[in-house]
Nanobody, 117 residues
Framework: QVHVQESGGDLVQPGGPLRLSCAVS????????VGWYRQAPGKERELVAT???????YYADSVKGRFTISWDNAKNTAYLTMNTQKSVDTAVYYC???????????WGQGTQVTVSS
């Protein structure tokens, strides 16, 4: 059963916009926050942004002012809107849904974003 499913990854030119989606299964009633992470080739996975069920957001310094995380309660889907993209944003982007319980921690399979001219 797929609990978390990302989509929207693509090849985009520098400066171009792109929006990623993360559909979270409604069966996951323990979820308290959804986060986007990314992993570039040869690098460790890093946190990009998070949003809590209360709407509190957090952004890594590297994406502040360029990326926006949001949550659509009706669709149970989180979005990462990326503007002014740079080549350093090239990575596999992963969605994570988690709650307070250690067992409540779900990852998607990832979606590739490539920023290149």
């Amino acid at each position: 059963q797929v609990h978390v499913q990302e989509s929207g990854g693509d090849l985009v030119q520098p400066g171009g916009p792109l929006r990623l989606s993360c559909a979270v299964s409604r069966d996951l009633t323990c979820i308290e926050a959804v986060g986007w992470y990314r992993q570039a080739p040869g690098k460790e996975r890093e946190l990009v942004a998070t949003i809590s069920t209360r709407g509190t957001t957090y952004y890594a310094d590297s994406v502040k002012g360029r990326f926006t995380i949001s949550w659509d309660n009706a669709k149970n889907t989180a979005y990462l809107t990326m503007n002014t993209q740079k080549s350093v944003d090239t990575a596999v982007y992963y969605c994570n849904a988690k709650g307070t319980l250690l067992s409540c921690d779900y990852w998607g399979q990832g979606t590739q974003v490539t920023v290149s001219s």
